[in-house]
């Protein structure tokens, strides 16, 4: 394992800092977000890569869909496994391990979710390889990464590299190109057939406002996932990709 996983692995440790900086507002948009893509009917199988609390998938446990929940942090899925409904525990299942490393069989999953990591992994691109290995034929990857293209992804960026110079972090985040992530998922036979872009509060904004009045601002600017308005603005993406 990398020494970068570990860091990870540390990081994630603490959830209540990580969700705290994600904020529930964009928790709160993320779920809603795949949960308009994926539609109503059930899902067979799901695997949710670094699932944190289960706010995004567990929603999505419907008839007899059967859920992976896996997530680095032990943590995380202590908070992720309290949320499970009692009726249906048997249909999830919970692994603690990096998802490059964990025992997963190939062409296993209808849907994969991967939202919030393609930013903290050793390889990007080696990441969205094994997501298509172990997707089945016909089935779908939602994936989020914050585009580094957009000129609010080098604001952002920037804002990250002066913020480790005043508090050091223990790894610097993946910058990545929306149209890369495009590119690496048509190498694997999966076609991009829906998304969700929006912007992000400016830094300092979340101490000015509450989770509500975030989540209004975002909706009202970039309206929702079937009816996507102002996208140009947004360099924060969730894509949907079918193979």
């Known amino acids: 394992m990398s020494d970068r996983i570990d860091r990870v692995r540390s990081f994630f440790a603490e959830p209540e800092q990580y969700l705290r900086v994600r904020g529930d507002f964009n928790i709160r948009i993320r779920a809603e977000v795949v949960q308009g893509l994926v539609g109503p009917e059930p899902v067979d199988t799901i695997l949710d890569i670094g699932c944190g ?23 995380m899925l202590d908070l992720a496994s309290a949320r499970i ?5 048997d249909r999830v299942t919970l692994v603690n391990d990096d998802f490059m490393a ?3 069989p190939t062409r296993s999953f209808d849907l994969i979710l991967c939202l919030g990591v393609l930013a903290h992994v050793d390889s990007p691109t080696a990441v969205i390889e094994r997501m ?6 016909g089935g779908r990857v939602i994936v989020q ?16 590299s002066l913020s480790r110079k005043l508090l050091p972090e223990p790894y610097v985040l993946n ?3 929306s149209d890369a992530v495009i590119k690496d998922f048509g190498r694997h036979g999966l076609r991009l057939v829906g998304g969700y872009r929006y912007a ?18 975002i909706r009202t600017v970039h309206g929702t996932e079937a009816d996507n308005q102002r996208a140009w603005l947004g360099s924060e993406c969730i894509f949907e990709f079918r193979r």
């Open 53 to 75: 609390n289960g706010a995004i998938s567990l929603p999505l446990l419907r008839g007899r869909t059967r859920l992976t929940l896996l997530d680095i942090s032990r943590n």
């Open 85 to 89: 409904p009692a009726d249906a525990r």
């Open 102 to 104: 964990a025992d997963l």
């Open 132 to 137: 298509a290995n172990v997707l089945r034929p």
């Open 145 to 160: 990464n914050n585009d580094a293209r957009h000129p609010l992804g080098y604001l952002l960026s920037a804002y990250s």
């Open 175 to 177: 910058r990545i190109r």
């Open 200 to 217: 992000m509060p400016l830094p300092g904004m979340t101490r000015l406002f509450s989770g509500d009045q975030l989540y209004r601002a």
